[in-house]
């Protein structure tokens, strides 16, 4: 994700057992997440600074919608929702997701996914909820100078353009890895943004590092240095 300063990642964090693997569950994913985005960083939606759980929203202009608790605290965000993974599975079907999480290993393979999830500010979390991106003709105001845009009626949002590339990539590798469903429209959208928006170098850096724990790249982003994967990892921003 776009980030406004270097933030270098100590190789023992790298060479720790626990990012040795993928991690093989949302709460583990969660975990390695804080340890890579240990450092002063900067959430996906409003491009904000954050240190820790806590967001300055003065430092993007944000101002709450409706939920200020939620609104200065970071969670982290399926760009590609839980709901749209595992309700085209039959576990789903037969209890949601927490059941889809216990019985489905697919399923748990995807939402521990690094590549796939992000820090967001909490009260964009929550508003996005499993809607589509998509392109919306409104001024983004509903969270100050934040130039997210969320249409709660047409079950839409429109991100910001800094980061619209990184999720039209982000979706063709889940749709392709985890044999997804994407709808027609959802997929020339996203193509229509992955050339429009190519790979900037903070997102490839960001790939190398979740491919350096996961053991693979997003293929849409690019191929990963596996040589380069022991020393200190710094994410950018252009």
């Known amino acids: 994700m776009p980030l406004r300063r270097t933030l270098v990642l100590l190789c023992s964090l790298l060479c720790t057992p626990a990012l040795a693997n993928p991690p093989t569950s949302f709460s583990a994913a969660k975990k390695i997440g804080w340890t890579l985005y240990a450092r002063q960083s900067v959430e996906f939606y409003c491009g904000c600074k954050f240190t820790g759980t806590r967001v300055d929203l003065k430092s ?14 970071i969670e982290w965000e399926h760009i590609v929702p839980a709901w749209q993974i595992g309700h085209q599975r039959q576990c789903w079907q037969n209890g949601g997701r927490k059941n889809c999480s216990k019985n489905d290993s697919v399923f748990r393979r995807a939402e521990a996914d690094l590549h796939n999830l992000v820090p967001a500010i909490g009260e964009v979390n929550g508003d996005r909820s499993n809607y589509d991106f998509a392109w919306l003709p409104q001024a ?30 982000t979706y063709l590798y889940m749709g392709e890895r985890y044999k997804l469903r994407l709808s027609k429209q959802n997929r020339q959208l996203f193509s229509a943004w992955h050339k429009t928006y190519p790979a900037q170098p903070w997102e490839r850096q960001r790939n190398q590092l979740m491919s350096c724990v996961m053991g693979w790249s997003n293929p849409y982003v690019g191929p990963y240095d596996k040589a380069a994967c022991p020393p200190a990892q710094t994410l950018v921003r252009r």
């Open 140 to 169: 983004p105001n509903q969270y100050g100078a934040c130039p997210t845009v969320v249409d709660f009626k047409a079950r839409k949002v429109m991100p910001r353009k800094e980061i619209r590339g990184m999720i039209a990539r």
């Open 60 to 73: 993007c202009g944000y101002v709450p919608r409706k939920n200020a608790n939620r609104a200065a605290r």
